[in-house]
């Protein structure tokens, strides 16, 4: 009995381990707000308001201007990641500079996204200005594990900049 009670729990175990990452798991949504993103940036920040359709300015209690940001939200239907759309925020200071780039909620493996996260991925874009960022091109495939994550992140983050240069503010 304790041996087949012994082998049904190896058996349960290494079923669990090899089924990871291959497509068996379940997709669960990880809800993450934009402005939960750009508070890890500027903690003071109390809301976004509207420059035009794609710049937003990240303001204080007082409406100080912090910061921008951009969403490709409206824009990412088409980019599907492993699961699902995979928009993504870009976090700027004053000056238009990239001060950190993140996923919003997406459908994606977390683990794959912790992947992403431990390598620096979404660091790629960081102290470069808009026009810099689009020239940059961050090398997914070298993300072995979560190229398509990766993939995906990178093609939202080129149209919001692109988005962004098309309708350009002072």
Do not use: C
């Amino acid at each position: 009995m304790k041996k087949t009670a012994s082998l049904f729990i190896i058996f349960t175990i290494t079923t669990i381990i090899y089924s990871q990452g291959r497509g068996k798991e379940v997709p669960v949504l990880k809800e993450i707000s934009g402005l939960e993103v750009i508070k890890s940036v500027y903690p003071q920040a109390t809301g976004v308001e509207k420059v035009n359709e794609v710049w937003f300015k990240i303001v204080d209690s007082g409406k100080k201007v912090l910061g921008y940001t951009l969403s490709s939200k409206p824009y990412s239907e088409g980019i599907i990641g492993y699961h699902k759309t995979t928009p993504a925020i870009v976090i700027m200071d004053k000056d238009k500079v990239i001060k950190k780039v993140a996923i919003l909620s997406h459908w994606e493996t977390t683990a794959y996204v912790a992947k992403l996260d431990r390598l620096k991925f979404f660091d790629n874009w960081n102290g470069l200005t808009v026009e810099g960022a689009l020239k940059k091109k961050a090398a997914a495939d070298s993300y072995t594990g979560a190229t398509i994550t990766a993939d995906a992140v990178t093609k939202n983050v080129e149209i919001v900049l692109k988005k962004a240069t098309e309708n350009k503010i002072n």
